[in-house]
């Protein structure tokens, strides 16, 4: 009765918070995701979906002005897949400040003995809770069963590993010519690549102190000035050629291979600006608030929907792809795929809420309890909805801290 009480008064209370239309952002989203977390435990599904579409909608309302630094603007015509990382909100949310010494090592550090360490410790762990999860007696058949797929498995779907994006490797070969053995000083990392062919990418790091840094790692060679006003790092090939860094803007770097950092160098000075149309209005639909977000241009998702079989091709013609991380007492996780066939949104979520409940009950069955599932199985409390005009499916997930970092260990 207590606990209904509570409910009652915290719902009253954050109901009244969003009544008031406040244009601060970091008090509505907190509301809106405690209000989702109680709705959820008490099963009201209408309310859940009406907050979600809210709570997009009034994001997109409140659109950063600046989504993407200055910058990426001049990024390659090619470029289909951005994402944008906010270490510094990151840092100061909850999930940022509650995550173990191992937890922050494993996202950050370019310790390449130590990541493999720990790369060991987080197997092991999926390891034995693989075991926990089979009918006791079978935890070591399954384990075997795993070892001998996982030769035949380790290379499925996964991308050519000598053809990396620059940054995949780059962003710690550029912290070690700096001095650094972790990327967790960087404020922000903005990355662009092509979905086909990785080669073609591109980072913007902001990063405090970047003009020292860059003429301490001159003075100690570790960059090789160039005639460009870009540099070298010392002892290090991209496919074949140089990776060059320049500091184009204030604090912020600009990574890339010596030919697309001619072709930024040369869109700069003509003021021809040459990141995709497609990106650009992507980006422009992202909320203010967003620690990380990712977007995908049409070509792009469709790429990834035909890999994806017979799922890919009940999904209505994409428009691109957007997701979006906010990070408050709860994090929220939301997937947007804007289109320009609404019926067909219409008609494929009741088949998708059906795949979605049945996955449901198999882990109730299974032994989770109705009252425990949304918190032991990260994602179950996925909800979808058709957005308010139609042309858009949304999948959102309200997280807690602990849901989050759980994510973020690898325990799913």
Known sequence: MDEIERDECAVKYFRQLLELNSRERDLVGDATFRLIKIYKRKGDQEA???????????????????????????FPRDISIVSSFDLTRFHASPL????????????????????????????????????????QGEGEVALQDQD??????????????????????????????????????????????????????????????????????VKAGRLLPRDDGSYAIADVEYQGGELRVAELDTGELTLAPAPIMGDIFAALHNRNETLGTDISRLTGEIPEDAAFFVVMSRPALAHGMRQSGPLGRLL???????????????????????????????????????????????????GDSEATLGESNIFGDLDLAQSSDGKSITFSSVLSVSQTTRLIDGDF
């Open 316 to 366: 209505p013609t994409p428009e691109g792809l957007l997701v979006s991380v906010v990070l408050y007492s709860y994090n929220g996780l939301f997937v947007r795929v804007p289109t320009s066939d609404p019926l067909k949104v219409q008609l494929l979520i009741p088949i998708l809420h059906r795949f979605m409940i049945e996955g449901d009950s198999a882990s109730v069955s299974n």
């Open 148 to 217: 001998k797929d996982k030769d035949k498995d380790k290379d499925k779907d996964k991308p050519d590993p000598s053809r990396p994006a620059v940054y995949d490797d780059g962003h710690c070969q550029l912290a070690r010519a700096l001095g650094q053995a972790t990327l967790e000083d960087w404020s922000r990392t903005v990355n662009g690549k092509n979905h086909f062919q990785p080669e073609i990418s591109v980072s913007l790091i902001t990063i405090a102190g970047a003009t020292s840094l860059l003429a301490e790692a």
């Open 96 to 135: 940022g400040q509650s995550l173990t010494h191992e937890s922050r090592e494993w996202l950050f550090t370019c310790d390449e003995d130590r990541r493999v360490e720990l790369r060991t410790q987080r197997s092991e762990a999926a390891r034995r809770r693989k075991a926990k999860q089979v009918p």
């Open 48 to 74: 859940v979906t009406e907050l979600t579409r809210r709570f997009w909608e009034l994001g997109m309302a409140h659109k950063n002005p600046a989504p993407l630094p200055y910058t990426a603007r001049y």
